[in-house]
């Protein structure tokens, strides 16, 4: 080579720089890189199923990490207690969208000329073919050929003199395989964008509520005892609407396996809230609420103990505070009722006076010596097995604490102290040395409700149809050619040639072959 | 709903025999397998197959020579006649073996139907009740690849070992008595995505177990030291892998349909219709094991031994997805476990 031819390619920054980006857009959009990414996002998928997960169960994820010490420690900082939120699980879903779309582009328009192009030349040697057959007929060549025309209708077909005589047909069919490629490759493009999008709006909100005709509004993230809002909720303009729980209903089999859970509900959303209209509703497993663009689920139930405190001066107070089934199958509960002292202004002493009833709660008591414990589900002559605590509680100390149970740390303080244990049945009560009575007077049903919000995910489930008919013509139509050739032989007689093809491994056309094949060479029974 | 048990009974009974039956006929395909060379070059012969076997190859080159039409049978020398009386009667023992089979797939579909008698639902709440759907199915597609592919009748033993296996599984430590779903489960969902559910995995338990005979008889033909006693009597490649994909290509669009109905149910019961559940999870993950072994058997150098790699793993996931998930992890799922 010479100087001068050398000279047009000598490298500069910028085209080297396009040489980069123009291989590497070629390395990401190959069908190589594809499968790999598909294997680098089962991969990644998996330690979502193998360990616990934050969105889950947040608790078993500190446990884990308790557990593990520094390699917890090091998963947790890794992203694998959160794997599809994390960095690496997106760059990988990312690439892959990049090489989707690098696909498509270019066989999309393969796609366009391909559904324009006359069928291909009909080859010179036909017998070559996988599919062959040949045969001479009594008829002519113009009658083979109009035979030939009707036989393959619903076949794009094209016909060609191939001169001296020599006419050809070359026909194929099956284009909807590649149609249902397309199809399936673009709907899950925009799954996974309709879903992205979804996920930055959607919201959805725990909350529970008593059965005894309470009402819950989607008034605002307040209302709720936990909600998770997508990146672009804010917790305002939620959809309004609110629900009424009238009454819960279990139903259960002879020996307390639930058959049916019921929540008796009346709703009222939107314009309905002003003029006050509300419509009844039967929440239950299976199916939710859907109004005001939101749903509203039935996520599961329990009991809320009623206890009433009639202090030494004669004051009542009468709470029912929820519990929690400790027992899922029994629906033995575990809680505390906390109350305040009434008429105490001075908050020091009002401390010192704070009481909290807590234990055990069982539907079906079953007692084994003086320790309760639930035989069933059901509502029969319920039994609590109490503690009563009495001190301060730590309400004030500014830290937050659940509803199911007291601060231990108060207790460890001594600043809590118990002052009763008893196991009491709904009407019996406990009688404190100040002279303070506690009674247990019934019980009430709580049920958890949990609101969604997801703007997208019709478009999604669209998507997904989409995808799975797209799938279906992709896999299961077949593409296919079928050539015919007719060379007259000058005496009336005609040499009639078919050829086929599967353009793709399908199994099953040689049947179709045969039988086409068996109709063009029996002219001569049919025609005269 | 009170259950029936009387038709409980009988349902386990029928369970029972319908095991013992498959084990009968194993060993009979097991004689066909060690002793039948011929009889597979005989079935192997009419021109109908020929056709049908070169049809599809079009890309494939190989096929296209009718050399290997002659499925696994290449390397079959010309035979003796005393050779031909044993294959003959080998053959004999084959065909036994699918009458068998047939009469265990009746008595398999009896304990099944008697199930749901019994409980008055559908006959599958709990994994001892999924798990013989499961194979059920599996004997099913496997009798209608017999019928596309006689040729591969000897490969029953091989197919019948796991369903076995997972029947005895399933009879001995997941058996759960008959009883009525909980609330969680009371949907016609439970109907359609179970089903698809149970079809599919069904389905690609033939894939599976094509794809491993594959890749013994694939080391082998590298180095026929290797699996000489038993690859030496399996068919070719090219027919494992036409059975591989045509039952996958079949049963994956199913598989999906039933990934989208678990995801519309999810949406009406959970709350959500996608939410990384651990069931969830593992699903998409041989969803996207499958979506692969279709990419590779379309891409250069993926072909055969990759893609049959791939389809194995897949199998793989799918049993996982059943046990582990089931007995292991604890997710929303896990009410479908042991009774
Ligand atoms: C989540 C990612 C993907 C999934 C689940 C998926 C799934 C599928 C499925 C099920 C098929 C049908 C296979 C067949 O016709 O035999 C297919 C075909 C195809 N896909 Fe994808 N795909 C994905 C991403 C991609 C990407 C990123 C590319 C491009 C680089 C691509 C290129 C193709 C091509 C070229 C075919 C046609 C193969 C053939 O000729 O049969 N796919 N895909």
Known sequence: MTEQEQQPYRATPARRALAFVRNTWRGLTSMRTALILLFLLALAAMPGAMLPQRSLNEPKVQQYIAEHGWWGELLDDLGFFAVYGSVWFSAIYLLLMISLVGCLVPRSGEYVRSMRARPVLTPRNLSRLPHHATGAVASDADDVLAAARSRLKGWRSSERDEGEGVRSISAEKGYLRETGNLLFHFAMLGLIVAFAIGKMFSYEGQVIVHADGSEFCNSGIYAYDSFNPGLRVDGTGLNPFCVRVNDFQPTYTDIGQPLQYRADLEYSSGAELASNTWRPYQLAVNEPLRTAGDRVYLLGHGFAPVFTVTFPNGEKRTQATQWRPADQTTLLSDGATKFDPPGITDSEKRRENQLAITGLFAPTPVFHGKILSSGGPRLTDPAVAVDVMKGDLGIDSGYGQSIFSIDQSQVEKGALERVARENLRVGESVTLDDGTEISFEGVQRWVSLQVSHDPTQLWVLGFAVAMLVGLALSLLVKRRRVWVRVVPDGEGRTVVEVGGLARTDQAGYGDEFDEIAADLLNQDTRSP | ?339
Request: net charge positive.
């Open chain 2, 1 to 339: 709903m009170p259950v029936d048990e009387t038709l409980s009974r009988f349902s386990d009974w029928s369970y029972n025999t319908a095991t013992l039956i498959y084990v009968l006929a194993m060993v009979f395909f097991a004689v066909e397998q060690a002793f039948g060379r011929a009889g597979r070059l005989r079935t192997a012969a009419p021109r109908r197959e020929l056709v049908g076997v070169s049809a599809s190859g079009a890309t494939d080159p190989a096929t296209l020579t009718p050399a290997s039409n002659a499925i696994g049978a290449s390397d079959a020398p010309p035979l003796t006649p005393a050779a031909r009386r044993t294959t003959s009667r080998a053959a004999r023992f084959g065909r036994m073996g699918v009458a068998l089979t047939v009469l265990g797939v009746l008595l398999h579909l009896a304990a099944l139907v008697l199930r749901g008698l019994a409980t008055s639902r559908v006959p599958w709440g709990n994994m001892y009740e999924y798990m013989m759907a499961v194979c059920l199915i599996a004997v099913i597609t496997w009798l209608v690849v017999l019928r596309k592919y006689p040729s591969v009748r000897h490969l029953s033993v091989f197919v019948l070992l796991p369903v076995v296996i997972l029947l005895f599984v399933g009879g001995t430590m997941l058996y759960a008595t008959a009883a009525p779903v909980q609330p969680a489960l009371q949907s016609y969902w439970l109907i359609i995505h179970v089903s698809a559910a149970i079809v599919s995995s069904g389905m690609f338990l033939v894939p599976g177990v094509a794809s491993i005979l594959y890749l013994i008889r694939d080391r082998h033909e590298s180095n026929p030291s290797r699996f000489a006693k038993v690859a030496g009597h399996l068919p070719g490649r090219s027919v494992l892998d036409r059975v591989s994909y045509r039952t996958t290509v079949l049963a994956f669009p199913i598989y999906t349909f039933g990934v989208l109905c678990g995801a519309v149910w999810a949406e009406a019961a959970w709350g959500r219709f996608w939410g990384w559940d651990p069931k969830e999870t593992v699903a998409f993950v041989a969803w996207v094991i499958y979506a692969a072994y279709l990419h590779a058997r379309a891409t250069a150098g993926w072909r055969g031994r990759p893609a049959a790699w791939i389809n194995v793993t897949g199998f793989a996931m799918v049993v996982f997805n059943l046990f582990f998930i089931n007995l292991v992890t604890a997710g929303l799922h896990s009410y479908a476990g042991v009774g």
